[in-house]
């Protein structure tokens, strides 16, 4: 037996993919999500590998875990019972939030509710200026008090939420010491733990969440590591952070808020992972699963990132209308365009695809479990881009009649069209939603969607790839090994990592170089045993930035700093950053205003696991022979001709496919349409070029 495996499981909204490597190969399995039980399908997916890598479980030698539990449970309202102790006068910080509007002309605008009810925040008595000094002191004995009250309400979770908490956290650990005492088994979340920066709504809101799921992440992780124990696992687990980085079980528990985007931000690992590989400057992310698919810009081999993310936006995905949550992400858009994604018929007789998905109970009704809402699946199925007997490499044969039902009664006959064209309206709505997310991602990054080599991955991209770079304008995709499993994959070249905000307000003419290196030292040492638990003895990379601003402006941006220790002298060096940066976002920049630095960045992390280089000279090109051929709709004849059909496992590297075309492997099937053909790269990657 082989020893040493590595795995990665990532849990979808309708699949649960896991990967695993061992002796130099991989292998995978894509299992449906079992919601009510979600350990079901990881355990059923797990048995499902190691017996192919006829490998023991006492064999693996690490486990990544990237989940969507901490999401959904935001998402559904079904966290935990939550109460908010907050600086007396403030308890309607999280409900009165930034008093904007996101959608200005709507008259009846709903607001996302907070996730703790008005009865259930509670003033305390105690105030702290922005430096600091305490100028009410606790109110200990009224502390003590509210504790009786919530345990009166049998409060499973409480957040502890004072003014300026970030400048100075006494307050909230002694409050969070007395409830701590007198209510045992309740979670205690704290704001300056959880979000210690500036702006009390940001922070308010992130520690409620954080709170909100504490109980639901650490009863799902406490069982999942007795259940891989049972079965005879010994290897330590990890979770994949929102950040991109990994983290123990320990700390996970501690802020499982910083798992909401744990599952998306693997993929973009993956894709920056085949960028590295493929020598690619400017890629496009595109990952397609079930639910949702995610659009991300790497540029430079690095994905971007972000200190702030929206999670349940109540307004199809319109920014502002969700709950904000301020803890390190990896920067991309996701919108509810997915393969199983309900197509409907709106009002003026437009055909509207998501943002809500069949998931995987019932799933699209071509799975036969009762679905009955059509969606995107049943449309690619219509259309000849999947094999209704080989799909999930024929462990589930998909009912095309089923399909066609739902299809011809929701979409084909209110629209009075051909049920292949009602199958293609749907196919071409969710791909333009998917190329105008992309573009509008681009330009709100001031960044070009064009020019760039577009990464597929995820259960159902690479079957819309091909129409997603006709839209784009680009030239060039790259279909990854494992492409169904990207996320999965992507767990296992994350690094062992942790990264920490600390708001500490500096103007540059007034710079203190002794402060800004003293609050550097406080957060290595506070992330230093976090990446050490998973890293050992390994060296470690730190990695800095500062959040700055011109004086008055409302909003900052992130400025890569040196590692080393700062000077007196640096703050023309800072101010120079400062101004490049704010000219590669405005192409602009504003003479004789004074620059100030808001937050400052730590990323503390364990060398990145590498993939497999490629062979030393480039593949022979050749052309393979199809394994058979079947009926695929032609969106530009609008008639279905027979297109050759070609198996994944048996091409090589140097095969050159001319399109239209489809390659089929176990967890998806690319479709290379007629504007493009397909070679393997010397990785077994598929690569399509437009002609």
């Known amino acids: 037996m082989e020893q040493g495996g590595r795995l990665g499981v990532d849990i979808g909204g309708t699949f649960t993919d896991v990967a695993l490597e061992v002796g130099g190969r991989r292998y995978s399995a894509k299992i ?4 009510e039980a979600p350990e079901r399908a990881v355990l059923e997916a ?7 890598a006829v490998l023991a479980p006492a064999g693996l030698s690490i486990i990544i875990h990237g989940t969507t539990l901490a999401t959904n449970a935001i998402i559904e309202r079904k966290g935990a019972k939550t109460a908010l102790v907050t600086t007396e006068g403030f308890r309607d910080t999280i409900e009165i939030r930034h008093e904007n509007r996101f959608e200005q002309y709507d008259v009846n605008i709903d607001l996302p509710p907070p996730l703790v009810p008005r009865r259930l925040r509670l003033p305390a008595r105690e105030r702290i200026d922005a430096h600091g000094r305490i100028l009410v002191p606790l109110d200990e004995a009224a502390i003590a008090v509210l504790a009786e009250r919530l345990t009166a309400e049998h409060v499973e979770s409480v957040a502890i939420g004072f003014l300026h908490s970030f400048t100075n956290p006494a307050h909230e650990r002694r409050a969070g010491e007395i409830l701590a005492a007198r209510l045992p088994g309740v979670a205690i979340t704290l704001s300056s733990d959880v979000s210690p920066e500036m702006r009390e709504y940001e922070r308010f809101s992130t520690a409620c969440a954080n709170a909100y799921v504490q109980p639901l992440i650490g009863r799902y992780l406490a069982a999942l590591e007795a259940m891989l124990r049972r079965e005879g696992v010994l290897c330590p687990l990890f979770l994949m952070l929102s950040g991109g980085g990994l983290t123990a079980v320990e700390t996970a528990i501690r802020f499982p808020v910083r798992l909401v985007e744990s599952g998306p931000a693997g993929g973009a690992i993956f894709a920056s992972e085949i960028a590295r590989q493929c020598k690619l400057d400017k890629v496009l992310s595109y990952d397609m699963g079930g639910t949702t698919a995610k659009i991300c810009l790497i540029d430079e081999l690095k994905p971007q990132t972000s200190r702030a993310f929206e999670v349940a936006r109540v307004y199809r995905f319109k920014k502002g209308s969700g709950i904000p949550l301020r803890i390190p992400v990896i ?3 996701e919108i509810g365009a997915g393969g199983g994604s309900i197509a409907r018929v ?9 943002p809500d998905s069949a998931g995987a109970d019932p799933g699209p009704a071509c799975y036969g479990r009762g679905g009955t809402a059509p969606t995107v699946t049943d449309a690619d199925l219509l259309l000849g881009r999947i094999d209704p007997a080989g799909f999930s490499g024929g462990r589930m044969v998909l ?5 066609e039902a739902v299809l011809r009664r929701e979409v084909a006959e209110p629209l009075d069209l051909a049920i292949e064209i009602a199958a293609l309206g749907v196919s071409e709505i969710v791909d333009e939603n998917m190329a105008n997310a992309a573009r509008v991602h681009a330009i709100e990054s001031g960044k070009d969607a064009r020019g760039r080599t577009l990464v597929a991955f995820g259960g159902a991209a690479p079957l819309h790839a091909a129409r997603m770079a006709e839209k784009l304008g680009l030239d060039r995709v790259v279909v990854p090994s494992y492409a169904g499993v990207g996320s999965a994959v992507g767990f296992l070249r994350a690094p062992i990592a942790y990264e920490i905000v600390r708001s500490a307000l500096q103007r540059l003419d007034q710079f203190d170089a002794a402060a800004a290196n003293a609050l550097y030292a406080a957060m290595r040492t506070e992330a230093e045993p976090i990446v050490r638990r998973g890293a050992g003895d390994q060296p470690l990379t730190e990695t800095r930035s500062a959040f700055m601003r011109y004086r008055g402006q409302g909003h900052e941006i992130a400025v890569p700093l040196p590692t080393r220790a700062l000077r007196d002298g640096d703050a023309a060096f800072l101010y120079a950053a400062f101004e ?5 976002l405005y192409s ?6 004074e620059v100030e630095v808001l937050s400052w960045v730590m990323l503390l992390s364990a060398p990145r696991p590498t993939e497999t280089e490629a062979v030393a000279s480039p593949p022979e090109p050749y052309t393979p022979r199809p394994t058979r051929s079947r009926p695929v709709f032609e969106p530009e004849t609008g008639e279905f001709i027979e297109v050759a059909i070609h198996e994944r496992h048996d091409l090589l590297p140097g095969a050159f496919i001319r399109g239209p075309a489809v390659i089929v492997e176990d967890e998806t099937s690319t479709v290379v349409s007629h504007l493009f053909d397909a070679r393997i790269d010397a990785y077994g990657y598929i690569e399509l070029t437009r002609r």
């Open 346 to 354: 709106d009002r003026l007789k437009r055909i509207t695809v998501g």
């Open 331 to 333: 920067e991309m858009v």
């Open 46 to 52: 797990i048995h499902t590998v190691l017996h192919e």
């Open 580 to 584: 490049d940066e704010y000219r590669r």
């Open 588 to 593: 602009r920049v504003i003479p004789g205003v």
């Open 399 to 403: 009912d095309r009649a089923a399909a």
């Open 32 to 35: 449906l999500t079992t919601p």
